[in-house]
């Protein structure tokens, strides 16, 4: 991967753990083919999938039940700056109801991040949705344009991910002035009491103030020691944020 490649993957990732709504367009049943875009919220799973939590009265439920091709876009507008020159993400592939058993695990999380969606888990024609995404378009303004590397966007299980909780609670035990300084460094906020939220792979969350903050990796992190290795890595390099 080159300079560039690397520096879209960057900022594109960033978008993509830093938003919760965007653009969900599906293959239209009642106008024969057309393409239909609706405003939907959406978590980040572990890997880098959509997870979506859909009414099945939705217009866009109907229509993924008839074609499961679907793309969301995400975008991010400064007020500072052309909007135009904006960076946006668009994220192709199949919009499929997940299976009974990752429901369990994919509604937790989903109420870490969007607690507001607990209210609809009493109306039951409510269920969850993995957007398996296939292609990646990016936009980082003029001229930063790329089709990026589609393989590090596939749904996969990373092998750490059995043991998530334990390495949360640890590390809020053990590493709390590890995650404070971390939040200092990549947000300059700074709170001894801030908490480890929840894993991905090429990153974590802290949850402060009762706002939540991505923690970046530099690295795609699938297993428990390259896991560590980053979070021993970042403790080192965040030393002078510690408070």
Not at 10 to 24: F, P, T
Not at 40 to 45: E, G, L, N, S, Y
Not at 78 to 103: C, H, I, Y
Request: glycine share 4%; hydrophobic share 35%; aromatic share 12%.
């Amino acid at each position: 991967m080159n300079t560039k490649q690397k520096e879209y993957e960057k900022d594109a990732i960033s978008l993509l753990r830093n938003a919760s709504e965007g653009v969900l367009s599906t293959i239209s049943v009642r106008n024969d083919g057309y393409p239909f875009g609706s405003f939907v919220t959406f978590v980040t799973d572990v890997d880098r999938s959509i997870l979506i939590y859909a009414s099945n009265i939705a217009q866009h439920t109907i229509n993924l039940k008839e074609d499961s091709k679907s793309c969301l876009t995400l975008f991010k507008i400064d007020d500072d700056f052309d909007k135009q020159n904006s960076s946006r993400m668009t994220l192709l592939g199949d919009l499929k109801a997940l299976p009974n058993e990752e429901v369990e695990t994919v509604k937790n999380r989903f109420e870490n991040f969007l607690p507001e969606s607990k209210k609809y888990a009493a109306m039951h024609d409510f269920n969850f949705y993995r957007l398996h995404i296939n292609q990646v378009r990016w936009i980082g303004g003029f001229g930063k344009i790329a089709w990026l590397d589609a393989k590090k966007w596939e749904q996969h299980k990373p092998k750490w991910s059995s043991n998530e909780s334990s390495i949360i609670e640890h590390m809020n035990e053990d590493h709390s002035h590890n995650i404070s300084s971390a939040l200092n460094a990549q947000h300059s906020i700074k709170d001894n009491e801030a908490k480890m939220l929840s894993l991905s792979i090429d990153g974590y969350y802290i949850k402060s103030n009762e706002e939540i903050y991505f923690i970046s990796f530099e690295e795609i992190c699938s297993n428990a020691k390259e896991y560590k290795d980053m979070l021993v890595k970042q403790a080192n390099d965040y030393r002078a944020y510690e408070l």
